[in-house]
T-cell receptor
Framework: NAGVTQTPKFQVLKTGQSMTLQCAQD?????MYWYRQDPGMGLRLIYYSASEGTTDKGEVPNGYNVSRLNKREFSLRLESAAPSQTSVYFC???????????FGPGTRLTVL | SQKIEQNSEALNIQEGKTATLTCNYT??????LQWYRQDPGRGPVFLLLIRENEKEKRKERLKVTFDTTLKQSLFHITASQPADSATYLC?????????FGAGTRLTVKP
C-alpha cells in the first residue's frame, strides 16, 4: 500500500517549457487535490477533483490544467512554465471533500 | 475576507515542556478544524480533527481545543521530545476543500 505517489521528485524547467506532474493513489479515494507550497504562505489549492470525471478550480488555478485520468490518477500540467511557478507541488487524496487528506511526497519544481 | 493566522512562525522549547501553538481565524465560522504535521521535504500528515461542539480533543500527548467565541484553536504537545520538532499546520474546511495556515515551526531542544 503505497498511499499517494508523485513523479517526478525534482524538475528544472526553462521559462516557456511545458511539463506534467503525475499523481496516483491506491486508497480508492474519491477526491484528489493539487497544492503548491511557497515559503511563508502555506499550502494553496490549485485544482481539485471531487470525484472521477470532475475537476474544479481552487484558489490559484491560473497557468495550470488538470486531468482526472481515472479514479487513481490525477495529473497537473503546466503548459508554459513561468518563474512564478517555482514551488513545491503536493498531490493529496481523501475519501470525501472535507475528510482527512493524505499527501504525496511532493515535487520540487524550479523554473529558470 | 476570511483569514487564518498561526501566531508564531517558529517556537523553540526545551525537551519535557509543553508546547502550545495557536491558530486564529477571522470572518469565518468553521464547523471543525484539523491539525497536520509536516516534516522537512515531506507532505503534511493528519493528526487530529476537532468539531465546534467538542471544545477539546486528545490523542496520546496531543491536545487540541476549539474556542468558537475567541475564534481560536490551541494545539498542545505535552512532555515534548526532540522527535516532535516539525511544522504544525491548522486547517479549516472551505467549501469543498480545505484552507491551510502557514504553519508554526516547532523546535524541541534536548
Amino acid at each position: 500500500n503505497a498511499g499517494v505517489t508523485q513523479t517526478p521528485k525534482f524538475q528544472v524547467l526553462k521559462t516557456g517549457q511545458s511539463m506534467t506532474l503525475q499523481c496516483a493513489q491506491d486508497m480508492n479515494h474519491n477526491s484528489m487535490y493539487w497544492y503548491r507550497q511557497d515559503p511563508g504562505m502555506g499550502l494553496r489549492l490549485i485544482y481539485y477533483s471531487a470525484s472521477e470525471g470532475t475537476t474544479d478550480k481552487g484558489e490559484v488555478p491560473n497557468g495550470y490544467n488538470v486531468s482526472r485520468l481515472n479514479k487513481r490518477e490525477f495529473s497537473l500540467r503546466l503548459e508554459s512554465a513561468a518563474p512564478s511557478q517555482t514551488s513545491v507541488y503536493f498531490c493529496a487524496s481523501s475519501e470525501g471533500g472535507q475528510d482527512e487528506q493524505f499527501f504525496g511526497p511532493g515535487t520540487r519544481l524550479t523554473v529558470l | 475576507s476570511q483569514k487564518i493566522e498561526q501566531n508564531s512562525e517558529a517556537l523553540n522549547i526545551q525537551e519535557g515542556k509543553t508546547a502550545t501553538l495557536t491558530c486564529n481565524y477571522t470572518n469565518y465560522s468553521p464547523a471543525y478544524l484539523q491539525w497536520y504535521r509536516q516534516d522537512p521535504g515531506r507532505g503534511p500528515v493528519f493528526l487530529l480533527l476537532i468539531r465546534e461542539n467538542e471544545k477539546e480533543k486528545r490523542k496520546e500527548r496531543l491536545k487540541v481545543t476549539f474556542d468558537t467565541t475567541l475564534k481560536q484553536s490551541l494545539f498542545h504537545i505535552t512532555a515534548s521530545q526532540p522527535a516532535d520538532s516539525a511544522t504544525y499546520l491548522c486547517v479549516f474546511p472551505w467549501g469543498f476543500d480545505m484552507r491551510f495556515g502557514a504553519g508554526t515551526r516547532l523546535t524541541v531542544k534536548p
